[in-house]
């Protein structure tokens, strides 16, 4: 497969539109200087679930759940 290319001057002034073509095409597009490749754009890959809601629709907590598990004076002191 051949990548497409382009040199650094053309990609600076159309830099976003490259950008987006990237994104909807998934093809990567190889920079060049003086016809040498230096960079190379890729689409990034889909982002992965947050850490943070990810259970959100799976789980459901019921009751306090900041709320010690034993009442205070049932706490047994281990030495």
């Known amino acids: 497969m051949v990548m497409k290319q382009i040199g650094a001057g053309a990609f600076k002034a159309r830099c976003l539109k490259l950008m987006d073509e990237v994104q909807q095409t998934r093809e990567p597009l190889v920079i060049t200087k003086k016809g040498r490749p ?5 689409p990034a890959d889909a982002s992965a679930k947050d850490v943070f ?3 959100k629709g799976l789980i459901e907590v019921v009751g306090d759940i900041e709320a010690p598990i034993l009442p205070a ?6 030495s």
Do not use: P, R, S
């Open 38 to 42: 230096v960079a190379k754009l890729v």
């Open 53 to 55: 809601g990810c259970l």
């Open 73 to 78: 004076g049932d706490w047994e002191v281990l």
